[in-house]
């Protein structure tokens, strides 16, 4: 269990900015695990927004943010980010992070460990 904390959420209006935060303590080895924010939206189910690898070399976006968000990782600071830019109604959702080891994303295995997750509203 890797527990893991988002912040930064809140309400923007359509074209604004946000940027979520995911922290875990200090004395995990971050570098190998791939970090990922899910989101799921009213009425919707949960879908994959991001994903890096440990290493920070393997990126992917959801093509609905692709252009749009930013994920990165601190790992001296445990931490992962996603800057959200030109917000979309659409992109209201509660946001989750998510921990999994690189090697278990290799093997074709999902789960890993959650963040209790975060609001992001999108409206004018």
């Known amino acids: 269990q890797l527990p893991l904390v988002e912040s930064g959420g809140g309400l923007v209006q359509p074209g604004g900015s946000l940027r979520l935060s995911c922290a875990a303590g200090s004395g995990f080895t971050w570098n190998v695990f791939t970090m990922r924010w899910y989101r799921q939206g009213p009425g919707k189910e949960r879908e994959l927004v991001a994903s890096?690898?440990?290493?920070?070399?393997?990126?992917n976006y959801a093509e609905s943010v692709r252009g749009r968000f930013t994920i990165s990782r601190d790992n001296a600071k445990t931490t992962m980010y996603l800057q959200m830019t030109d917000l979309k109604p659409e992109d209201t959702a509660v946001y989750y992070c998510n921990a999994i080891p690189d090697i278990r994303v290799k093997l074709g295995m999902d789960g890993g460990s959650w963040g209790q997750g975060i609001q992001v509203t999108v409206s004018s």
């Open positions: 890096i690898s440990g290493s920070g070399t393997q990126i």
